[in-house]
């Protein structure tokens, strides 16, 4: 708002309403598109560092809107945030991994973990522990296969409630993982606080490890002091062969990045398990 003169404000430039506009769009859309069903999950693989071995999968939403076509998660998700359509969608999102973990059970793939990202807004809403018990024990998982990522900046609103809530999940055998770590408050002594399990590197320190010294010594000291407080750490976004290699030498644990694979639809994903187990 640009302020002319006493009690004379101008509320929307041209590009606020355009903004403005997007986001009533997109919000009216949303609500259509989750009962139309136009969502839909994808799961990147994550593997052992070490072997390449497919471990688990990193879930992704997609929508692919009747009208609008496919909206990227980088618009579609601040807005659902904003607007507490996220509330819905993230549950509809931790029901259908459910479901899905339920089915892989049935089908003897029992070893595989999927992770699904959390909003600040589901973390800190007070009905998630319930919420979750409830789809426990309606699809009959076992919580451990689960994973809930969470940002650093959602963990930090209020600290000693995040505390309480990660053990409780904890308790119950759920995974824990801080999302693009490095990129929020970035404390360890935190992290040993809040009793997670992992910790994501974020594909901007990983991007340029081969030729920015900074990252690369950013990286090795992440990894060094994540095992000494006994978390795994997952490397985000990687996308080369000599990216792979240095987290190899330096002891990562995990990756997840389009060298292994791209984000895929559920179908097409149990197929690339199917491949990857063949000899
Ligand atoms: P994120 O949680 O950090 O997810 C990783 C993003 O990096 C994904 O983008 C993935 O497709 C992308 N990525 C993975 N490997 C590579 C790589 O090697 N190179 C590059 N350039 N990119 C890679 P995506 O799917 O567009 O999702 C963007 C963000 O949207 C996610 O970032 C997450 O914050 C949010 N998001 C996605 N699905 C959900 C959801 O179900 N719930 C919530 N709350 N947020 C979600
Ligand atoms: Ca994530
Ligand atoms: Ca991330
Ligand atoms: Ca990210």
């Not at 009905?127 to 919580?143: F, K, M, Q």
């Not at 990252?215 to 090795?220: G, K, L, S, W």
């Amino acid at each position: 708002a640009k302020r002319q003169g006493r009690g004379n404000f101008q509320f929307f430039s041209p590009a606020m309403n355009a903004a403005t506009h997007e986001h009533l769009l997109l919000e009216n859309r949303m609500w259509g598109a989750l009962h139309a069903e136009d969502f839909e999950l994808y799961l990147q693989a994550q593997v052992e560092l070490e072997t390449g071995r497919v471990i688990g999968a990193e879930v992704l939403l997609r929508w692919n809107d009747q009208e609008l076509g496919s909206v990227e998660p980088s618009r579609f998700i601040p807005v659902a945030e904003e607007s507490g359509m996220i509330v819905p969608l993230g549950d509809w999102v931790l029901g259908q991994t459910m479901a899905l973990l339920a089915q892989w059970q049935r089908e003897g793939l029992e070893d595989l973990r999927l992770a699904v990202n959390l909003s600040a807004r589901q973390f800190s809403g007070g009905t998630l522990l319930s919420r979750l018990d409830e789809l426990v024990a309606h699809y009959g998982i076992d919580p451990s296969l689960m994973e809930l990522e969470i940002t650093e900046t959602a963990a930090m609103r209020d600290p000693e409630a995040t505390r309480q809530l990660l053990r409780q999940l904890r308790t119950r055998g759920f995974k824990l993982a801080i999302d693009d770590f490095g990129t929020g408050y970035s404390s360890l002594a935190y992290l040993k606080l809040f009793a997670i399990d992992r910790i994501k590197i974020d594909r901007g320190f990983v991007k340029d490890i081969e030729h920015n010294q900074n990252d690369a010594v950013i990286v090795a000291a992440t990894i060094g002091l994540a095992h000494s407080l006994g978390l795994t750490v997952v490397a985000e976004g990687v996308e080369t062969q000599a990216q792979w290699g240095f987290l190899r030498d330096k002891h990562g644990d995990e990756a997840q990045g389009f060298l292994f694979a791209r984000p895929m639809p559920a179908g097409e994903f149990r197929e690339f398990i199917r491949r990857q187990a063949q000899p």
